[in-house]
């Protein structure tokens, strides 16, 4: 059963400028360990950016799905968006962010992410019993 959805569209240059501004702050505050790990073995700044845009789409997207958006203790590092070895993404939910699930019923999250030079967007689906 559909517990909840969530889409969200960020713009490349607004990610880029924040990342310019803050540096590794920026990184710090919104990507988890694992997820640094992924970004720095990106080579090439635009799939730096890319990724970035990617991940920060899917996260705004997931908080969607749980109702609170990054309120009520929810953080962006709750919220981890991983890759398969075939690309393929995945969310795990952490701290507040899983606890929010929980207490809606969803057990599982799908995501789709598709981006173009400018943009990036990511739907999310919530699914429970």
């Not at 995501?111 to 943009?119: L, N, P």
Request: aromatic content about 8%; glycine content about 8%.
């Amino acid at each position: 059963m559909i517990k909840g959805i969530g889409v969200d569209l960020v713009e490349k240059k607004r990610i880029e400028r924040v990342l310019n501004k803050f540096g590794d702050r920026f990184i710090k505050k919104i990507l988890t360990e694992e997820e640094q790990k992924e970004y720095l073995s990106k080579n090439i700044y635009s799939r730096k950016i890319s990724f970035l845009s990617n991940n920060f789409a899917s996260k705004e997207a997931a908080a969607k799905v749980i109702g609170t958006g990054f309120t009520q203790g929810v953080t962006l590092k709750d919220i981890e968006v991983l890759r398969e070895e075939s690309g393929l993404p995945y969310l795990l939910m952490k701290g507040e962010a899983l606890k929010k699930a929980e207490e809606i019923g969803c057990k599982n999250f799908l995501v789709t992410i598709s981006d173009t030079k400018e943009h990036s967007l990511a739907f999310v689906l919530g699914e429970g019993l």
